[in-house]
């Protein structure tokens, strides 16, 4: 099995088991939901005023970031740099991971940063999303783009040497080169969590009467992946525990929130009253809405 047909194997196998996993919701009953029930709205609505928001947003972490970037490019850590730097300033926490070093664990987070940005391709294919499969791209390259964004901006702000950058060991032109210094935070971390948590986000959006057990190993799925990639990072040498942390926080925050924010606001119940007269009685008429309809 040749090296691309393993990479291309361990992008497509999460597809392979959410699409698979997921599959029993074209069925009728609905196989996720409680009592096998599926007959809720959709979730999401879509115009260019409320996108506004998130565009002018999108637009300006993308290019906060590229002009960031532009500006540090020439900014190599020099030699009088890398002789300064010691590990007794860094926290205890990261003060330990300066020795990692692993190119299986960073071609794993590789894996996984790729195919979890993949995820979105799993809407098209869904029934009771690719009926909304415009709202959900738009979602989807918002997630992308803010998260790139500020990741983007973050590194280049931070300008913070990588743990390889402290070890004695790395040969000098590795720690000159301009990635060096662009350890805080993870990009693998918050792109990894910022779509595992968007997916499900969007999943439990569709299927809010969703079966507990599927609930917990879908949650538990957008927590641990991402747990997971921070840990290749890690050990690969590549961020320090703080820069993971981080970029989990922000990826997850990320991708909650954007379709939080395109929820369809639900129309508050409104109680009024009426007096009413007639030949044999005289009364108050009591009117209370709920949702779409009224009940007296």
């Not at 194997?9 to 698979?20: A, E, H, Q, R």
């Not at 959900?136 to 901006?153: I, K, Q, R, W």
């Not at 369809?264 to 009685?281: G, L, N, T, V």
Request: aromatic share 14%; with cysteine; glycine share 6%.
């Amino acid at each position: 099995m040749s090296k691309y047909f393993k990479r291309y194997f361990i992008v497509l196998l999460p597809l392979v088991f959410i699409n698979n996993t997921l599959a029993q919701t074209n069925e009728d009953p609905c196989g996720v939901c409680i009592g096998g029930n599926h007959d809720e709205p959709r979730p999401y609505e879509l115009s260019f005023k409320h996108e506004i928001p998130f565009i002018i947003t999108s637009v300006l972490t993308v290019s906060a970031g590229f002009v960031a970037q532009s500006a540090n490019n020439e900014k190599f850590l020099n030699i009088d740099e890398i002789n300064r730097l010691n590990p007794d300033g860094l926290s205890f926490l990261d003060r330990g991971t300066i020795y990692n070093s692993s190119t299986k664990a960073a071609s794993y987070s590789d894996f996984f940063r790729t195919s979890m940005t993949l995820l979105p391709i799993y809407f098209v294919s869904n029934h009771h999303t690719k009926e909304d499969i415009w709202p959900l791209v738009a979602m989807s390259l918002e997630v992308f783009s803010t998260t790139f964004g500020l990741t983007n901006l973050a590194k280049n702000i931070a300008r913070r040497p990588r743990p390889f950058t402290y070890n004695t060991e790395t040969p000098l032109e590795k720690k000159l080169k301009i990635d060096a210094k662009r350890s805080f935070f993870s990009g693998h971390t918050s792109h990894t969590a910022a779509f595992t948590f968007f997916m499900a986000k969007v999943v439990s959006d569709y299927h809010p009467n969703m079966k507990s057990g599927f609930k917990a190993v879908m949650w538990s799925g957008a927590f641990l992946i991402p747990a997971t990639t921070a840990y290749l990072r890690v050990k690969a040498g590549r961020h320090f525990p703080t820069d993971v942390m981080a970029g989990y926080a922000v990826g997850a925050l990320v991708g909650f929130v954007v379709p939080h924010l395109h929820k369809k606001k639900k129309e508050k119940s409104i109680m009024s009253w009426q007096p009413f007269f007639s030949d044999d009685y005289t009364g108050l008429s009591l009117s209370l809405k709920l949702g779409q309809g009224n009940k007296k």
